[in-house]
């Protein structure tokens, strides 16, 4: 009979053995698959804080391009009201020099005179109208 107990022992022993060892090796795959997904979320949550800080980096670098760019227009445009306002208070600078203003009135009354000289009537008409006929309308 004793041998019988053993026999239902180690049978009892085994079936034990069994259930502890199937939950045992559950909880821990378990265990496993949650470190698994902590360390891939830590990891996602890392590159997302990497990709936040270049975004900011380069958004920060833009706009000191941009403040750059604004200084250089402020700069521009005072500028250009600075010249405009030394424009209105100093006299204006003349096109030409003052020989070839000379020259340029003395080539218009040339102009002017030749002008009164051809409004006159000349005394010889063209051959085109010509007194006598010629031509198809003989």
Same mark, same amino acid.
Request: proline share 3%; net charge negative; hydrophobic share 40%.
């Given at each position: 009979?004793?041998? =019988?107990?053993? =026999?239902?022992?180690?049978?009892? /022993?085994?079936?034990? /053995?069994?259930?502890?060892?199937?939950?045992?090796?559950?909880?821990? !795959? &378990?265990? +496993?698959?949650?470190?698994?997904?902590?360390?891939?979320?830590?990891?996602?949550? +890392? $590159?997302?804080?990497?990709?936040?800080?270049?975004? *900011? +980096?380069?958004?920060?670098?833009?706009?000191?391009?941009?403040?750059?760019?604004?200084?250089?227009?402020?700069?521009?445009?005072?500028? !250009?009201?600075?010249?405009?306002?030394?424009?209105?208070?100093?006299?204006? *600078?003349?096109?030409? +020099?003052? $020989?070839? =203003?000379?020259?340029?009135?003395?080539?218009?009354?040339?102009? /002017?005179?030749?002008?009164? !000289? &051809?409004?006159?009537?000349?005394?010889?008409?063209?051959? $085109?109208?010509?007194?006598?006929? !010629?031509?198809?309308?003989?």
């Amino acid at each position: 009979m004793s041998w =019988i107990v053993g =026999i239902l022992l180690v049978i009892a /022993g085994a079936i034990v /053995g069994f259930f502890v060892a199937r939950y045992w090796l559950t909880e821990h !795959s &378990d265990e +496993a698959e949650l470190n698994q997904q902590v360390t891939q979320t830590k990891q996602q949550l +890392a $590159d997302y804080r990497q990709e936040v800080a270049e975004h *900011l +980096a380069t958004a920060q670098a833009l706009v000191g391009q941009l403040e750059e760019t604004q200084d250089k227009l402020k700069a521009y445009l005072h500028h !250009s009201a600075d010249l405009l306002q030394r424009e209105q208070e100093q006299p204006s *600078l003349p096109f030409f +020099a003052e $020989d070839t =203003i000379r020259e340029l009135r003395m080539a218009n009354k040339v102009k /002017g005179e030749k002008r009164r !000289s &051809d409004d006159k009537v000349p005394s010889d008409m063209p051959r $085109d109208y010509s007194d006598t006929k !010629s031509g198809l309308f003989k």
